[in-house]
């Protein structure tokens, strides 16, 4: 006759039943995660499902920026014979601050972080020590392949990899948007970038100068192709030198551009008619007076320039005397217009409000004229330079790729347009 189950067999039994259960159900979900949800990762806090921060590339497709695969190195000091001795053999492997790992390792009691995304090659180093006690987590760094010379216009992400500045920070939400991990195209080209970025630093050493920059943009769709801002910083390692390298001195500085700004007396000229002859001799002399000022040239003029030559050769009182045709309130109101009275709004965070006067009279009408007593970004002329060649129309600068033409409202007629473009290629010229 067959024995009856005792109740301590039944419960056997049903544990055994429970525990298989309980694997069987971790199984599927290891085989589910690893073959059916291959985007699914390990996040900086050891979650799974979380995915990579998207990689920014240039209009060529050419990474700019992505996460790579890194570790962060935890201690635990009680294991070291020498807490002395680890803090300095760490230290010098990982980058990390010695005495404060020889503080922490001190008192031999808790989980220290030793170092935050050590790259592969950091992590043979600590493993060669072969030191007890030492953890990894996994984690992910922001690697970026052109370096310095993407700097201040891409920027840079914090060790949790929230973007901080440039357009890390600007497209932060598209790079974790809808298609997280999913790459986003910029506007650079990264060809491009590096042709300006070696004409910037050899004008920079050429002129003993403590910053320079430059921008390269398509009138057309507002994008920019290129810009740099020096000096510059290396964002794999967040090493700054002297001076103040992370500021991008192209959007968000502000400066008396002088005499580029020139053309914009010219362009309302043209558009209140008030230049009908570019062959109309306009005073020179030795001085412009106006109130108690006298404007002067910067170099010798003649006693008398043509309208067309008050451009070609940059004469400030000939330029003056040109504004103060339009007078004080049309010209606010034009540059208003124009966009020049405004921060200019793109993907950048990086940006800054222009400095002019509160009152706009016919002294200020006359520098302003010819570039004095307004401060813009760089930035913002180059779009507002851009909407007075491209045929008058107005363009915002944008660091993503768009279609061919982007431009908006009128701005400016097509004629006067076409009459500055003329103009600008032979005052290049001349200059």
Not at 33 to 61: C, M, Q, W, Y
Not at 203 to 208: H, V
Request: charged share 20%; glycine share 8%.
């Amino acid at each position: 006759m067959k024995a009856t189950p005792t109740v301590f067999q039944r419960r056997i039994v049903i544990g055994a039943v429970m525990c298989v259960a309980a694997f069987a159900l971790v199984g599927a979900r290891l085989i589910d995660v690893t073959l059916f949800i291959p985007d699914a990762r390990v996040s900086k806090h050891g979650v799974a499902g979380e995915v990579a921060r998207g990689d920014l590339i240039d209009r060529n497709g050419e990474l700019v920026a992505r996460d790579l695969p890194a570790d962060d190195l935890y201690a635990r000091p009680h294991l070291f014979a020498d807490p002395r001795l680890a803090a300095r053999l760490l230290a010098s492997v990982t980058g990390a601050d010695e005495p404060r790992l020889a503080q922490m390792f001190a008192s031999k009691r808790g989980y220290v972080l030793v170092a935050r995304q050590l790259s592969p090659e950091a992590r043979a180093k600590v493993q060669r020590l072969g030191l007890p006690g030492l953890e990894y987590e996994p984690d992910g760094k922001r690697h970026y392949p052109d370096g310095r010379m993407t700097a201040q216009v891409v920027g840079v992400t914090d060790p949790d990899g929230n973007g901080v500045s440039g357009l890390e920070l600007g497209l932060d939400s598209k790079l974790r948007g809808e298609r997280p991990g999913g790459p986003v195209q910029t506007s650079l080209d990264t060809r491009v970038q590096f042709i300006l970025a070696h004409e910037a630093a050899a004008s920079m050493e050429e002129f003993k100068a403590l910053a320079a920059g430059g921008l390269v943009m398509d009138v057309r769709s507002g994008e920019i192709l290129a810009l740099v801002s020096l000096p510059d910083f290396d964002p794999n390692v967040r090493a700054f030198a002297a001076g103040n390298p992370p500021r991008n001195i192209m959007a968000q500085d502000l400066y008396e551009l002088g005499s580029v700004f020139k053309i914009f007396s010219f362009t309302l000229a043209l558009e209140d008619h008030t230049i009908p002859n570019l062959d109309e001799q306009i005073p020179i002399g030795n001085g412009f007076k106006i109130g108690k000022y006298t404007i002067h040239e910067a170099e010798h003029m003649p006693a008398t320039l043509t309208v067309r030559e008050v451009l070609a050769q940059s004469s400030n009182i000939g330029t003056a005397e040109i504004a103060l045709r339009s007078g004080p309130r049309h010209q606010r109101a034009f540059l208003a217009r124009m966009g020049l009275l405004s921060p200019v709004l793109s993907e950048l965070p990086e940006t800054a409000r222009p400095l002019y006067p509160s009152n706009w009279g016919p002294v200020e009408t006359a520098t302003i004229g010819f570039g004095h007593g307004i401060s813009v970004s760089p930035l913002s002329f180059a779009a507002t330079a851009a909407s007075v060649v491209n045929g008058g129309r107005r363009v915002a600068p944008t660091f993503l790729k768009h279609p061919a033409d982007a431009r908006g409202e009128q701005l400016i007629s097509p004629a006067t347009s076409a009459a500055m473009r003329v103009w600008i290629s032979v005052w290049t010229w001349s200059a």
